[in-house]
């Protein structure tokens, strides 16, 4: 049992990171994908050079984080490991696709809502 437990351990942590990192990769392509339709002409998917590198720019941070799994939401987090210039480019892509998230993807929204109330509350 004391093997079996030392084994799966890290397994299961791995798991939840990867669960984490890619439930986040879903939210910021919706996100940016929505800002690209409606602010840079682009649609059907499909993203414009800018926002294809913030979005794979986001993806690579995003896997790199330190704070995994439990990691706070972005706009809470300590570390803030953009750049500028992408800090700058997100940033702009969340205030206009933030509120609208709650019309057209109102599970993501409240995932988002909620994972900063617990947040805040674990800081408490
Ligand atoms: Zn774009």
Redesign the pocket.
């Known amino acids: 049992m004391y093997i079996r437990g030392k084994l799966l351990s890290p397994m299961i942590k791995m798991n939840k990171r990867e669960k984490v990192i890619r439930k986040e990769q879903k939210i910021v392509n919706v996100m ?1 994908c929505m ?3 409606k ?2 002409g ?1 649609g059907n998917g499909k ?6 590198s ?1 979005r794979s720019y986001s993806y690579i941070r995003l896997k790199n984080c330190p704070l995994l799994p439990d990691k706070p939401p972005c706009d809470n987090c300590p570390v803030h490991c953009y750049d500028k210039e992408m800090q700058q480019k997100v940033k702009e892509v969340m205030r206009y696709s933030g509120p609208r998230m709650l019309f057209r993807h109102p599970y993501f929204a409240l995932l988002h809502i909620w994972n900063k109330t617990k947040f805040k509350l674990s800081r408490k």
Request: glycine share 0%.
């Open positions: 940016i800002f690209c339709k602010n840079h682009t993203l414009c050079n800018s926002c294809r913030l």
